[in-house]
């Protein structure tokens, strides 16, 4: 778990896979599984690797062995899938429904975390915020510092995609204060940023602003989002409009 907040996804994946093998001549299933989630979300980072079966094996550990919480986390990860493959959000909002019927609300507070970023990705600014206000209240209840802040950067997010520079800094003084300036919450913030500048049309706006979040992403491996491949993407068109 710690390799993977430091973005060593590599050595994440063999120290789980290595836990995973000890957990089952031990017959510790719940740990199996707990092994399990960290292989899909190493895998997740892995170009060519299929986080999707990693969890799948989750969600049968837990269903066949009676962990009820231990399936809802493989079925959270599994849904925030189609967040990244760009789906509907129709698996996610189940899987919200479940949770939040159990009593799960740490997993709750994810899931509006996911469906918050993954409407920002779709500009959907309404949609944000109505996520991101679920999480980033179930997450002050829960004193899940970091989570709160990444929820109210997102708000952040749609106020920049509204183009409201003021409600978008004061979201984002808020984020930082609340996660103590962290890391994750430092990079999503930048990504918040981001969102404004694109709503402005200002292609040296949004070339600044995607250097400072290129900047904050590289201190935080796990955050993902477009801004790398638009960083990339921006600087192959200066690169082609630079006469040579």
Same mark, same amino acid.
């Given at each position: 778990?710690?390799?993977?907040?430091?973005?060593?996804?590599?050595?994440?994946?063999?120290?789980?896979?290595?836990?995973?093998?000890?957990?089952?001549?031990?017959?510790?299933?719940?740990?199996?599984?707990?092994?399990?989630?960290?292989?899909?979300?190493? /895998?997740?980072?892995? /170009?060519?690797?299929? %986080?999707?079966a990693a969890f799948d094996r989750v969600i049968a550990i837990g269903r066949d062995h009676g962990f009820t919480t231990l399936a809802l986390r493989g079925e959270m990860e599994r849904a925030s899938l189609d967040c990244w493959n760009l789906l509907p959000v129709d698996r996610l909002l189940a899987v919200r429904e479940r949770a939040s019927g159990v009593g799960a609300l740490v997993d709750a507070a994810h899931l509006d975390n996911f469906l918050a970023w993954t409407a920002r990705d779709?500009?959907? %600014? /309404?949609?944000?915020?109505?996520?991101?206000?679920?999480?980033?209240?179930?997450?002050?209840?829960?004193?899940? /510092?970091?989570?709160h802040g990444i929820a109210l950067a997102a708000s952040a997010a749609a106020a920049g995609q509204r183009g409201d520079r003021?409600?978008?800094?004061?979201?984002?003084?808020?984020?930082?204060?609340?996660?103590?300036?962290?890391?994750?919450?430092?990079?999503?913030?930048?990504?918040?940023?981001?969102?404004?500048?694109?709503?402005?049309?200002?292609?040296?706006q949004v070339s600044s602003a995607l250097d400072l979040a290129m900047g904050r992403l590289g201190d935080a491996a796990a955050i993902g989002g477009p801004e790398r491949g638009l960083w990339t993407l921006l600087r192959v068109i200066e690169q082609r409009g630079t006469p040579t």
């Open positions: 778990e710690i390799a993977v907040g430091r973005g060593r996804f590599a050595d994440a994946r063999a120290r789980a896979e290595s836990a995973a093998l000890q957990a089952e001549l031990d017959g510790d299933h719940r740990l199996v599984g707990e092994a399990w989630l960290v292989i899909g979300r190493c /895998d997740r980072m892995i /170009d060519g690797s299929d %986080p999707a779709r500009w959907l %600014p /309404d949609d944000v915020d109505v996520a991101a206000d679920r999480c980033a209240e179930l997450a002050g209840k829960l004193h899940l /510092d970091v989570l003021e409600r978008m800094e004061a979201k984002i003084a808020a984020a930082l204060e609340v996660s103590a300036r962290h890391a994750d919450v430092a990079a999503a913030c930048a990504m918040a940023r981001v969102c404004l500048s694109l709503e402005r049309d200002d292609l040296a």
